[in-house]
T-cell receptor
Framework: DAGVTQSPTHLIKTRGQHVTLRCSPI?????VSWYQQVLGQGPQFIFQ???????GRGNFPDRFSARQFPNYSSELNVNALLLGDSALYLC?????????????FGQGTRLTVV | AQTVTQSQPEMSVQEAETVTLSCTYD???????LFWYKQPPSRQMILVIR??????QNATENRFSVNFQKAAKSFSLKISDSQLGDAAMYFC?????????????FGTGTSLTVIP
């Protein structure tokens, strides 16, 4: 079975642009979460989606948005990119939104803002 | 909000020896989950071991074991018989029960080097 897949793997954008990152969860997993990992830091929670609804949001500005599709894949959108948005963006999927403790992570998208 | 602290940015261990990585956390919740994740250069976070706070018995997974001290809010990871493949960043993580928030809170990580 395929694990969590994220695309693209690497991305370079210019300040002020917007970016869309994509995540496909493990088959059967209905919950997707997004994390931002700045170099030298641990991942920081951005969003959680379950059954296409937002179930949690971290302390990130409104420039960050996300959505989940009927097939449970997800997109993370970031508008008006800043240099500080440069990071590894991780997607994690879980079997269900509640009651399951384990999350499976993708390999991430490395975003560089110049 | 919950916080997770890893006070050892870097650790090294001789191959076949034992190493312990430290983690402390702060929470007002009485029940929760704790994890150790490994992140090799490939970037993918891999679950090493997890502990339910309501269980007093320390979790063990082959060469990996934890020392969970709930009152002290301490959750250390012991790696026995270290192997070259254990070299990676190790993150301690906290997760609330689903009805109080389902996201992970990660520490800043410990970079483990295994010396042949």
């Amino acid at each position: 079975d395929a694990g969590v897949t994220q695309s693209p793997t690497h991305l370079i954008k210019t300040r002020g642009q917007h970016v869309t990152l994509r995540c496909s969860p493990i088959s059967g997993h209905k919950s997707v979460s997004w994390y931002q990992q700045v170099l030298g830091q641990g991942p920081q929670f951005i969003f959680q989606y379950y059954e296409k609804e937002e179930r949690g949001r971290g302390n990130f500005p409104d420039r960050f948005s996300a959505r989940q599709f009927p097939n449970y894949s997800s997109e993370l959108n970031v508008n008006a990119l800043l240099l500080g948005d440069s990071a590894l963006y991780l997607c994690a999927s879980s079997l269900i939104g509640t009651g399951d403790t384990e999350a499976f992570f993708g390999q991430g998208t490395r975003l560089t803002v110049v | 909000a919950q916080t997770v602290t890893q006070s050892q940015p870097e650790m090294s261990v001789q191959e076949a020896e034992t190493v312990t990585l430290s983690c402390t956390y702060d929470t007002s919740e009485s029940d929760y989950y704790l994890f150790w994740y490994k992140q090799p250069p490939s970037r993918q976070m891999i679950l090493v071991i997890r502990q339910e706070a309501y269980k007093q018995q320390n979790a063990t997974e082959n060469r990996f074991s934890v020392n969970f001290q709930k009152a002290a809010k301490s959750f250390s990871l012991k790696i026995s018989d270290s192997q070259l493949g254990d070299a990676a960043m190790y993150f301690c993580a906290y997760r609330s029960l689903p009805n109080t928030g389902n996201q992970f809170y990660f520490g800043t990580g410990t970079s483990l080097t295994v010396i042949p």
